[in-house]
C-alpha cells in the first residue's frame, strides 16, 4: 500500500473505543499480516460488532428451525425473509430493532426503524404493504417515559404515514426495566410476484457499483458500534450515532428500485443500514465471491470535507448500493433522474476477495471480504451461561399465599384502565391505519392484522407478540408461549401461520445470567415453531439492552419479539374478535387454571412481581389451534379472541366493545374467582355461537377431545358475573378508551 504510510495505525485503545476487544485487536493484525491503519480499524470495529456479526448470538440462532414448505430463501441469506404464498405470489417480511437510537433521540431513532425495514423488503424487489411494531417503555409515571413515547410514537407515524404504508396492529407495555432503555421493534412485510427478487449480491468483474438516493452525511456514524454497547448517563454524546430519515426521500427511492428491479440491469442490490457503504459492500462482496473497488471522493455528500472513514461509516438513510451489468449504465441513470434522486458510479467489481477504498487516488482501506461478515470470518463466541438465582425462588410462589379479594370490580376497573391493558388508540392514532385501502381489521376488529390481497381470494394476516414479563419468569416456556401466541392469534383470525421472524431483545451477552435467558429463549422459540411449523425466516439480535445506573447494570425483561405471517385461504374464513348479537352464547375452547403466575392482576394490583410463568402444554395448546381451525372453517361462531394480557375479563370486555354488547358468565367452582377472572394461563380461546347454531357446534365438538365450557350469553350491555353486576359496557368502554391519554398527559 503505497500511501499506508500517509495514513495514522490503528491502536488497540482505539479498537476498544470502537467495541473491539484487544484479542480481537490482535486477530485483525494477524488476518491482514499488518496493523490496521484508521480507516480499517473502523471497517472492523463496525463489521465485527454485535450488531452486524451477531458474534455472541450466532452459535445459538443456528440451531433455530429453517426449513418449511413456503420458504424460498434461507434464513439471514438476503436482507428479509421471503415466503410463497400461492398465486405466484410471495411475501417478504422481516421484524428489526431502532432500539439505542430511539432512546437518545425518539422521534429519528424510531422515525428511522420505519424506514431500515421497509427498505429491506422494497430492496429485495417487494412493495411494502404493511407495518406492525412493538413498543416497550418505562414507568409511565415519569416524565422521561412520557417523553419517549411522544416521540417514537409521532415518529413512527409521521414516517410511516409519509411513506403511504399502513400500520395494522402492534403492541405497546410498561415496565420500569425499560426506563432508560426503551425497544422500538417494526416489522414490514411486502408483496412481489414469485420468481422475480433481487438478491444482495454483487459478481461479474468490471461491473460498475452505483450508490443511488439520498446524500451521505455524518448522521449515524458508528451507529452499528453504539447499538452494541450499554446504554449509560454518557450516551447523550453519542447523538451524532442517531440517524436523520426522510420519507418523502423513501417513498422515491421505493419507486425508482422497483422499477429498476423490472430491468434486465441489476446484477444485485443492498439497503444501507447499519454500517452504511461498509456493510453492503462487504457482504454483497462475500456474497458473490468476489472483490470491489470503490472510489469514495465520488460518493455525493451533504457535508464538505468528509473524511475516507466517515464516508464510509455514515448510516445516513434512503441509500442503496446497486451492482450494474457493464453496458447498462444508462438505463439506471436514467430511472433515478426520472425519480430526482443521486445516482453515481463509485466503484466496480472484481476478481478475489478483496474491498479496497480509494480516496483521491490514494488507498485508504484493503480488507477481506470473507474475514470481515456473518457466516464468514467474523469472530463466533460460546458465551458462558448461569442459571440465575431468581429462577428457582420464584417457582416457589403459591397461590395460597394471596388473598382471594372480595372486590372483584375493583380489580376489574383496575386492570381495565391499566396502561398493558388499556386501549392504546392515543399511539395508534399517530398512525394512519388505512392508507393503501389493504387494512381489513379497522372496522372488523381481529386477533391479527389482515390484510386484503387484491384478486385474489386469500388475504394475509400478521401479528407480534411477546409476553416479557412470562419470559423474564421462564425464558423457555416464555417464549415458546410468545411463539403460540401469535399462532393462536393468526388462527383466531381465520389464517393458518406460515412463518415467523424474529426481535430478540436482551441484555449484554458478558453476563451468564443475561446469556442464560437467550439460551433457554432459543430452545422455546424452536420447539414452539417446530410444533406450528413455522420456520424462522430470519430477525435481528439486540444485545446491551440495559441501563449503567450508579455502577449497577440492569437489563431489560428478556423480550424475543415475535413477528408471524400466516395465510388465509379464503377470505370468507376471516373471523372477528367481536360479538355479534345479543343471546348469543359464550364458550371457552380450553381450560382455566388455578394459576395466576405472572400476570398483570398479580404483579400490579397486588405488586407481587415475583412468581413463574403459568403452566404451559405445547401439545394441549396445539389441539386447541386445531379445534379453533375447524369450528371456523365449518362456519359455526361468530367471533374468536384469545385469552391473553388482562385474563378472561379483559378478553370478554375487549370482544364486547366493538358492538357496545355487554355478558353474563358464570365462575368455574374449581378454579379460585381471581384466577379464572384475570389469571393469564394460556391455551384458551373465547367463541361465540348463534342459539340456533348451537348444536352444529357441539356437533362438532364432540368429535374432538378439546376441553370446552358454556361461559354464559352475550347481553344487550350489562355485565354480570355469578349473579354480581359488574355495570355497564359503556362505563368500561370510556376507562378502557380514554386511560392512557390521561396518563401520558
Given at each position: 500500500m503505497s500511501s499506508q504510510a500517509t495514513l495514522s495505525l490503528g491502536t488497540v485503545d482505539q479498537a476498544k473505543e470502537m467495541g473491539l476487544r484487544s484479542e480481537e485487536?490482535?486477530?485483525?493484525?494477524?488476518?491482514?499480516?499488518?496493523?490496521?491503519?484508521?480507516?480499517?480499524?473502523?471497517?472492523?470495529?463496525?463489521?465485527?460488532?454485535?450488531?452486524?456479526?451477531y458474534k455472541n448470538s450466532i452459535v445459538w440462532l443456528k440451531t433455530l428451525p429453517k426449513e418449511g414448505p413456503h420458504m424460498l430463501v434461507e434464513a439471514g441469506e438476503e436482507n428479509a425473509g421471503l415466503v410463497d404464498i400461492g398465486d405466484g405470489l410471495a411475501c417478504c417480511f422481516k421484524i428489526e430493532s431502532h432500539n439505542h437510537p430511539s432512546a437518545l433521540e425518539p422521534y429519528q431513532g424510531a422515525a428511522t426503524g420505519?424506514?431500515?425495514?421497509?427498505?429491506?423488503?422494497?430492496?429485495?424487489?417487494?412493495?411494502?404493504?404493511?407495518?406492525?411494531?412493538?413498543?416497550?417503555?418505562?414507568?409511565?409515571?415519569?416524565?422521561?417515559?412520557?417523553?419517549?413515547?411522544?416521540?417514537?410514537?409521532?415518529?413512527?407515524?409521521?414516517?410511516?404515514?409519509?411513506?403511504?404504508?399502513?400500520?395494522?396492529?402492534?403492541?405497546?407495555?410498561?415496565?420500569?426495566?425499560?426506563?432508560?432503555?426503551?425497544?422500538?421493534?417494526?416489522?414490514?412485510?411486502?408483496?412481489?410476484?414469485?420468481?422475480?427478487?433481487?438478491?444482495?449480491?454483487?459478481?461479474?468483474?468490471?461491473?460498475?457499483?452505483?450508490?443511488?438516493?439520498?446524500?451521505?452525511?455524518?448522521?449515524?456514524?458508528?451507529?452499528?458500534?453504539?447499538?452494541?454497547?450499554?446504554?449509560?448517563?454518557?450516551?447523550?454524546?453519542?447523538?451524532?450515532?442517531?440517524?436523520?430519515?426522510?420519507?418523502?426521500?423513501?417513498?422515491?427511492?421505493?419507486?425508482?428500485?422497483l422499477e429498476l428491479g423490472k430491468t434486465d440491469a441489476v446484477v444485485g442490490m443492498q439497503d444501507m443500514g447499519a454500517a452504511g457503504i461498509t456493510c453492503s459492500s462487504n457482504e454483497m462482496s462475500a456474497a458473490g465471491k468476489h472483490g470491489m473497488d470503490l472510489w469514495l471522493e465520488k460518493v455525493p455528500t451533504r457535508q464538505k470535507n468528509m473524511k475516507d472513514w466517515e464516508i464510509l461509516l455514515s448510516e445516513s438513510q434512503e441509500r442503496m448500493l446497486v451492482v450494474v451489468e457493464k453496458g447498462k449504465e444508462d438505463v439506471v441513470k436514467k430511472i433515478f433522474d426520472k425519480w430526482d434522486l443521486s445516482c453515481e458510479e463509485i466503484g466496480v467489481v472484481t476478481k478475489g476477495d478483496r474491498v479496497r477504498y480509494f480516496m483521491h487516488g490514494d488507498l485508504v482501506g484493503d480488507v477481506?471480504?470473507?474475514?470481515?461478515?456473518?457466516?464468514?470470518?467474523?469472530?463466533?463466541?460460546?458465551?458462558?451461561?448461569?442459571?440465575?438465582?431468581?429462577?428457582?425462588?420464584?417457582?416457589?410462589?403459591?397461590?395460597?399465599?394471596?388473598?382471594?379479594?372480595?372486590?372483584?370490580?375493583?380489580?376489574?376497573?383496575?386492570?381495565?384502565?391499566?396502561?398493558?391493558?388499556?386501549?392504546?388508540?392515543?399511539?395508534?392514532?399517530?398512525?394512519?391505519s388505512m392508507v393503501g385501502t389493504v387494512n381489513m381489521s379497522t372496522n372488523f376488529p381481529t386477533d391479527a392484522g389482515i390484510v386484503n390481497l387484491k384478486e385474489s381470494d386469500k388475504a394475509l394476516a400478521m401479528t407480534v407478540d411477546c409476553n416479557a414479563r412470562m419470559v423474564n419468569a421462564d425464558p423457555e416456556e416464555g417464549c415458546a408461549m410468545a411463539v403460540a401466541e401469535a399462532a393462536r392469534n393468526i388462527v383466531c383470525s381465520g389464517g393458518v401461520p406460515s412463518a415467523i421472524t424474529n426481535c430478540l431483545n436482551f441484555g449484554n451477552p458478558y453476563n451468564p445470567e443475561v446469556y442464560w435467558q437467550f439460551v433457554g429463549a432459543i430452545k422455546g422459540m424452536t420447539k414452539s415453531c417446530k410444533k406450528f411449523k413455522t420456520p424462522v425466516t430470519g430477525g435481528n439480535v439486540s444485545f446491551y439492552n440495559q441501563s449503567a445506573i450508579d455502577g449497577v447494570e440492569v437489563p431489560v425483561f428478556p423480550t424475543p419479539t415475535i413477528g408471524m405471517l400466516g395465510i388465509v385461504e379464503d377470505k370468507k374464513h376471516i373471523t372477528s374478535l367481536a360479538f355479534k348479537g345479543k343471546s348469543d352464547l359464550i364458550y371457552m375452547i380450553g381450560e382455566s387454571k388455578n394459576d395466576i403466575s405472572s400476570s398483570e392482576y398479580l404483579a400490579s394490583y397486588h405488586n407481587i412481581k415475583q412468581s413463574p410463568a403459568p403452566c404451559f402444554d405445547l401439545d394441549k395448546e396445539y389441539d386447541v389451534q386445531n379445534t379453533i381451525t375447524k369450528l371456523i372453517r365449518d362456519g359455526v361462531i361468530e367471533s374468536a379472541h384469545d385469552v391473553s394480557d388482562g385474563g378472561l375479563f379483559i378478553t370478554l370486555l375487549e370482544s364486547s366493545f366493538t358492538n357496545d354488547l355487554g355478558f353474563e358468565i358464570v365462575t368455574s367452582s374449581e378454579v379460585r374467582e381471581d384466577a379464572f377472572l384475570f389469571g393469564e394461563s394460556p391455551s384458551r380461546v373465547i367463541v361465540s355461537v348463534t342459539e340456533t347454531g348451537e348444536d352444529a357446534f357441539l356437533d362438532l365438538l364432540k368429535d374432538l377431545n378439546t376441553p370446552f365450557v358454556l361461559l354464559g350469553h352475550v347481553t344487550k350491555g350489562r355485565i354480570s358475573i355469578d349473579s354480581s353486576d359488574f355495570g355497564d359496557i359503556c362505563e368500561y368502554k370510556k376507562i378502557y378508551n380514554e386511560s392512557l391519554a390521561r396518563k401520558l398527559s
Open positions: 485487536f490482535e486477530r485483525i493484525i494477524e488476518i491482514l499480516g499488518r496493523t490496521p491503519n484508521f480507516t480499517e480499524l473502523s471497517v472492523f470495529g463496525v463489521m465485527w460488532s454485535e450488531h452486524c456479526s420505519v424506514g431500515g425495514i421497509n427498505r429491506d423488503i422494497f430492496t429485495m424487489g417487494a412493495r411494502p404493504i404493511a407495518q406492525l411494531n412493538s413498543l416497550r417503555f418505562g414507568n409511565i409515571n415519569l416524565d422521561k417515559t412520557k417523553w419517549l413515547v411522544k416521540g417514537v410514537s409521532k415518529g413512527i407515524g409521521d414516517y410511516g404515514n409519509a411513506f403511504g404504508i399502513p400500520i395494522i396492529g402492534g403492541e405497546v407495555f410498561f415496565d420500569s426495566c425499560y426506563n432508560t432503555n426503551p425497544l422500538v421493534n417494526a416489522f414490514s412485510a411486502g408483496i412481489m410476484k414469485k420468481g422475480e427478487m433481487i438478491s444482495a449480491t454483487s459478481s461479474g468483474v468490471g461491473n460498475p457499483v452505483f450508490i443511488v438516493g439520498s446524500r451521505t452525511g455524518k448522521d449515524g456514524i458508528h451507529g452499528a458500534s453504539f447499538a452494541s454497547k450499554d446504554i449509560s448517563e454518557d450516551s447523550v454524546n453519542d447523538l451524532p450515532a442517531v440517524q436523520v430519515g426522510d420519507p418523502f426521500q423513501e417513498k422515491l427511492l421505493l419507486e425508482a428500485t477481506p471480504c470473507n474475514d470481515l461478515v456473518l457466516g464468514g470470518g467474523a469472530p463466533v463466541y460460546h458465551r458462558e451461561f448461569q442459571e440465575p438465582d431468581y429462577f428457582k425462588k420464584w417457582k416457589l410462589f403459591d397461590i395460597d399465599t394471596v388473598e382471594q379479594p372480595r372486590n372483584l370490580k375493583e380489580i376489574a376497573l383496575f386492570l381495565t384502565g391499566h396502561e398493558n391493558i388499556a386501549s392504546k388508540r392515543w399511539v395508534y392514532e399517530q398512525y394512519d
